[in-house]
T-cell receptor, first 110, second 115 residues
Framework: TQLLEQSPQFLSIQEGENLTVYCNSS?????LQWYRQEPGEGPVLLVT?????EVKKLKRLTFQFGDARKDSSLHITAAQPGDTGLYLC??????????FGQGTTLQVKP | NAGVTQTPKFQVLKTGQSMTLQCAQD?????MSWYRQDPGMGLRLIHY???????DQGEVPNGYNVSRSTTEDFPLRLLSAAPSQTSVYFC??????????????FGDGTRLSIL
């Protein structure tokens, strides 16, 4: 059974601060996706990481896939109120089950 | 661009009633799935389908039925609604096989309350 954990569950910070959220599992993944969900909407894909150790940057967001492909992190530099939302990781294995972590709710205060 | 369309957007049911949540996609995606999202939690997979005529259970399938008679449609049925099924339901679709940067495309959700 795959155990998928995201941490922290909730984060409230001031505009301009940096933060990191984590997605950890006991299983190895072929790839992993990060989504952001805003209130009242469905999740939207931010990035896919495929190779162990891979780092991808999307403006102020930096995504890293662990060397063993069991974990990933999302780092936001100089957070802005527009970054507020629910951040979800979704690993991809070899089956058709696309599951999500429980998410990290980020609140960035002006 | 219609993408993934869910209907209805809101629904209130009484315990024991049945209903069907509709989901349609116009992207010719083989993979479709249903999730439920409860306050403070992420998305939990209910059922999924890798093509017409093929469905399988996700993480929380009890109390829900699905069918996939066409590539476009993937309805979710609640046969006897229970208050524990109060949630926001999301339908999603994706190309197969899962590769590269292909996302799951989500609908806007159905907010279901069961009294």
């Amino acid at each position: 059974t795959q155990l998928l954990e995201q941490s922290p569950q909730f984060l409230s910070i001031q505009e301009g601060e940096n933060l990191t959220v984590y997605c950890n599992s006991s299983s190895v993944f072929s790839s992993l996706q990060w989504y952001r969900q805003e209130p009242g909407e469905g999740p939207v894909l931010l990035v896919t990481v495929v190779t162990g150790g891979e780092v991808k940057k999307l403006k102020r967001l930096t995504f890293q896939f662990g060397d063993a492909r069991k974990d990933s992190s999302l780092h936001i530099t100089a957070a802005q109120p527009g970054d507020t939302g629910l951040y979800l990781c979704a690993p991809r294995g070899n089956t058709g089950k696309l599951i999500f972590g429980q998410g990290t709710t980020l609140q960035v205060k002006p | 661009n219609a993408g993934v369309t869910q209907t209805p957007k809101f629904q209130v049911l009484k315990t024991g009633q049945s209903m069907t949540l509709q989901c349609a996609q116009d992207m010719n995606h083989e993979y479709m799935s249903w999730y439920r999202q409860d306050p403070g939690m992420g998305l939990r997979l209910i059922h999924y389908s890798v093509g017409a005529g093929i469905t399988d259970q996700g993480e929380v399938p009890n109390g829900y039925n699905v069918s996939r008679s066409t590539t476009e449609d993937f309805p979710l049925r609640l046969l006897s609604a229970a208050p524990s099924q109060t949630s926001v339901y999301f339908c999603a679709s994706s190309v197969l096989p899962f590769a590269g940067n292909q996302p799951q495309h989500f609908g806007d959700g159905t907010r279901l309350s069961i009294l």
